[in-house]
Each structure stands twice: as structure tokens, then as C-alpha cells.
């Protein structure tokens, strides 16, 4: 179980079933062990639905909540066997699940097609994360069918289905307390984690060193895996969104581009930072980059309660459509750009996304007008405008070409002003310089 208290998960049980209703039932099921090679797995990372809902950690399992008397949360035992083991461990994860997860009851994987019918029959709604899995899919319509076309007795199958992830993911867009100490401490292994790496940059190192500084840092610290695969790119390849080759060697006179973030205790930070590798920005790259951190400081005090989530994308790109237009990479006016979206030639994605267990958290986006959603307090999410001049982009300015900069932060939505939760990684001209210096 991951650092919540148990309590915390039954709270979180008990809000779920009050929104399925008390004659519905959720059924959440969590992935299996993937094969990576031959008899290896790749290392497992459990279902994000159902760490939330119970601190479930083990593969392949199954989770039902029925609302009602004596029948209310049970976690699935995924294998009654640990590969190369002669023990058969089913009377302990029984133990344990009832025990330490608060399940009322609990069944190996074997019995499903026997247990989980039990629990569909005479209600009325069905939830489940419907077209997540199509042989789950199936799974829960054979049921269905059996519950359904029974001779010599009325039909018992629910008259309804519903996708759980509606209701579990609106929940998971709003933090808790305990949600955002762990989320402050992903942002500040993080954060330090960046530190690390402009310290150890200098000429000749190749991007995948500072990636082993960034998640040996994670690792050391307490962080269980890299929320994300970690980007690392210098030189033209931070103009490339999502290079994750990170095999190049770093030279004088480029920037270097991260994007990392650790995931601690399955809560996600996510940081991206760019620095000079000879440790001091210069000419145009230095005007670009001040004027993407302009443009992010900008967008961090534009987190309110009460923005629609798509104004912050708005003021952002009239922001560096400003930038771009003031470096010489696009031409005409302001309006132009914004309406005509030209700025998307090095400006192509969004500024924000929700954050929480997974990186790119859940959460609508849209209210249930179909407006997209204002902010509220306890929504996380990321702030991370960018500018990409590609090498071969002949109509830009010499000294702009091969330049990529992107700058993020994680900022928790208040009542009052924004939190950023990843304050204490440099980001100024001045910061930067004086930490990658000190390491020289």
C-alpha cells in the first residue's frame, strides 16, 4: 500500500458507491503482468483506478464494489501461485486483501466467471470502464447474457450499463490533502532531480548521462519509477516533442531541453527545463527564452478559479505569437497569427494537462454543457509553453535555428493565488546560469 491511510481509501470506496447508487455496481479491473521477453515482465505498474480506490498493488486483479448491507468492496486476488515458488500463497493474499485493504471478501482470479455474476445479478445499473478491454468487455457481457436468458426464472441481469471512469475520474481531478503532500514531494525530488543535471552539463557529455543523473536521483530518493519516459534533448532534438532517444552528445553553444519527472508514492511530477550547455544563454536563443518564461510566469498567474481551461491556451499563444512575431519567425500582426493559428508552426501543442497518479491525469475537460470546464480549487495541473525553431527552417533567423525551449511547472489550483508546486527548480536566466557555473 502506497503512503495513504486506510481510512482514506474507504472514504474514497464510500464516495464512489454513493455516485453509482445503492442498487448499482462497479467493477474495476486492473492489468496484467506483460511479457517483455522470453519468461520476463516488464516491471509492473498497477491499474492508477485502483490504487486510488484501495492501494492494490497486485497484478491481474479484479475489484467490485457493491453498495448495500455486507457488500461493499472486493479486491480479486490475481494468482494463487508466485512464479517459481512451490507455496501456494491463496490463504495470505486472502488474509491481506480482507485485512489490510479493507475488502469483505476475497476470491481467486481462477473463480471469477463463478463470484463476479453473484454480484451483477438483480441490479440495476452495471458500471465498469467500458471499451478499456475488450476481452474484459466480453467477459462482462457473457455475464450479462447468463443473467439475462435464464429458463424456468425471471431475468436478473442489470437494465443498465454505465462507464465507471466517469465517475472515478471526476472524483481523481480534485486533490485531497494527502494527495497533495505527495504530490509536493514528487515536485520537489523533481525539482532537485534538474538541479542535478544542469550541474553535472558540460560539452561532450551525452544526453543519456543526464537522464541516469535525472532517475538515479529519482531512485535514491525515494521515487519508485519515472512518471513519463524522460526527455532529453539538445541542440535540434529539443525541437522534436517527445525525443526520447536521448543518445546525442551535448556541444558549446546549444541549449539542452528536459522533461522528467518522478512518480513518488504513483503521484506524477512533471518538469521540463532548458539551459545553455556552456552555461550562459546568448543571443537569440536568450531572447527566446526570456520571452517563453515571460510568457509562462504569465500563464501560472492566469491559473485562477473560475478561467475556462481553454483561455489559458488562448492568452498563451497570443503571448509568444508576440515573441515569435518580435524574433523575426513570424511576420504580420498579433491578431493574424492567433486567428489563423500560424504560430502552431512552433508553437503545435496545448500549454496544459491535468496531473495526479497518472502523468497526463484524468479529468474531463469539458463541463456537462459541453463548455470546456472552468478551474477549481484542488485541480493540479501543468503550465509548460514552449518555442521550436527546427535546424533545416531555412525562412528563420540563423541564430534561432536548432533552437527548442520549453519551460514547465506543476500549479495547484486555490481559492486564491496559484501554487506552484515546482517553485524551488530554477527557471530564471540568472538562476540557471549561476547553478550550471557552480558546477563547472
Given at each position: 500500500?502506497y ?7 474507504e472514504?474514497?470506496?464510500r464516495?464512489?458507491m ?8 462497479a467493477v ?11 519468461d520476463?515482465?516488464?516491471p ?5 483506478d485502483?490504487?486510488y480506490l484501495?492501494?492494490f ?6 475489484l ?23 507455496v ?6 486472502d488474509r491481506?486483501a480482507?485485512s ?7 476470491y481467486?482470479?481462477a ?6 455474476p453473484?454480484?451483477?445479478a438483480h441490479?440495476?445499473?452495471a ?8 476481452d474484459?468487455?466480453r ?5 450479462y ?20 471512469r ?6 481523481r481531478?480534485?486533490?485531497a490533502p ?6 509536493r514531494?514528487?515536485a520537489?525530488?523533481?525539482s532537485?532531480?534538474?538541479v ?18 535525472i532517475?538515479s536521483?529519482?531512485r ?23 525525443y526520447?532517444?536521448n543518445?546525442?552528445?551535448?556541444e558549446?553553444?546549444?541549449?539542452v531541453?528536459?522533461?522528467?519527472g518522478?512518480?513518488?508514492?504513483f ?14 544563454f ?5 531572447d527566446?527564452?526570456q ?7 504569465a ?9 475556462r ?10 503571448r509568444?505569437?508576440e ?13 493574424e497569427?492567433v486567428?489563423s493559428?500560424?504560430y ?20 474531463a475537460?469539458f463541463?456537462?454543457?459541453s ?8 485541480m493540479?495541473?501543468?503550465?509548460e ?7 533545416h ?11 527548442g525551449?520549453r519551460?514547465?511547472d ?23 546560469e549561476?547553478?550550471?557555473?557552480a558546477?563547472l
Amino acid at each position: 500500500m502506497y503512503d495513504v491511510e486506510a481510512q482514506i481509501f474507504e472514504k474514497r470506496r464510500r464516495e464512489l458507491m454513493d455516485r453509482i447508487g445503492s442498487n448499482g455496481v462497479a467493477v474495476l479491473f486492473g492489468e496484467p503482468e506483460r511479457t517483455r521477453s522470453n519468461d520476463t515482465e516488464f516491471p509492473y505498474r498497477p491499474s492508477s483506478d485502483i490504487l486510488y480506490l484501495s492501494g492494490f498493488r497486485e497484478p491481474g486483479c479484479v475489484l467490485v464494489l457493491a453498495p448495500g448491507p455486507g457488500r461493499r468492496v472486493h479486491p480479486v486476488r490475481a494468482t494463487t501461485r508466485p512464479r517459481g515458488r512451490d507455496v501456494d500463497w491463496a490463504p495470505l493474499w486472502d488474509r491481506r486483501a480482507v485485512s489490510e485493504f479493507g475488502a469483505n471478501a476475497a476470491y481467486d482470479i481462477a473463480e471469477i466467471d463463478k463470484e463476479l455474476p453473484k454480484f451483477l445479478a438483480h441490479r440495476d445499473t452495471a458500471f465498469w470502464p467500458i471499451g478499456q478491454d475488450h476481452d474484459f468487455d466480453r467477459r462482462m457481457i457473457q455475464y450479462y447474457t447468463g443473467l439475462r436468458f435464464v429458463r424456468r426464472r425471471a431475468p436478473e441481469a442489470p437494465a443498465r450499463f454505465g462507464d465507471i471512469r466517469d465517475l472515478v475520474h471526476e472524483m481523481r481531478l480534485f486533490k485531497a490533502p494527502e494527495e497533495l503532500d505527495l504530490m509536493r514531494k514528487a515536485a520537489q525530488v523533481t525539482s532537485d532531480a534538474h538541479v542535478a543535471a544542469m550541474r553535472a552539463t558540460k560539452p561532450g557529455v551525452r544526453e543519456f548521462e543526464l537522464q541516469a543523473v535525472i532517475e538515479s536521483y529519482f531512485r535514491r530518493h525515494g521515487a519508485e519509477f519515472p512518471a513519463y519516459s524522460s526527455i532529453v534533448g539538445t541542440g535540434d532534438n529539443a525541437t522534436i516533442l517527445h525525443y526520447t532517444e536521448n543518445r546525442s552528445a551535448l556541444e558549446s553553444g546549444e541549449l539542452v531541453l528536459i522533461d522528467a519527472g518522478c512518480e513518488y508514492h504513483f503521484y506524477a511530477a512533471d518538469i521540463t527545463r532548458t539551459w545553455p550547455v556552456s552555461g550562459k544563454f546568448e543571443g537569440a536563443a536568450r531572447d527566446a527564452y526570456q520571452g517563453v518564461l515571460e510568457a509562462q510566469e504569465a500563464a501560472i498567474n492566469d491559473v485562477r478559479a473560475g478561467i475556462r481551461y481553454n483561455e489559458l491556451q488562448e492568452r498563451t499563444a497570443r503571448r509568444l505569437s508576440e515573441v515569435m512575431i518580435a524574433l523575426g519567425a513570424l511576420t504580420g500582426s498579433v491578431d493574424e497569427a492567433v486567428e489563423s493559428e500560424t504560430y502552431r508552426k512552433y508553437y503545435p501543442h496545448n500549454v496544459s494537462h491535468w496531473l495526479g497518479i497518472d502523468v497526463h491525469d484524468v479529468g474531463a475537460y469539458f463541463d456537462d454543457t459541453s463548455q470546456w470546464r472552468k478551474l477549481e480549487p484542488g485541480m493540479v495541473l501543468t503550465i509548460e509553453p514552449g518555442l521550436y525553431f527546427p535546424a533545416h527552417d531555412e525562412s528563420l533567423p540563423a541564430g534561432l535555428r536548432g533552437v527548442g525551449i520549453r519551460i514547465e511547472d506543476d500549479i495547484l489550483v486555490t481559492s486564491g493565488d496559484p501554487e506552484n508546486l515546482t517553485h524551488a527548480c530554477p527557471k530564471s536566466i540568472e538562476a540557471i546560469e549561476s547553478v550550471i557555473n557552480a558546477g563547472l
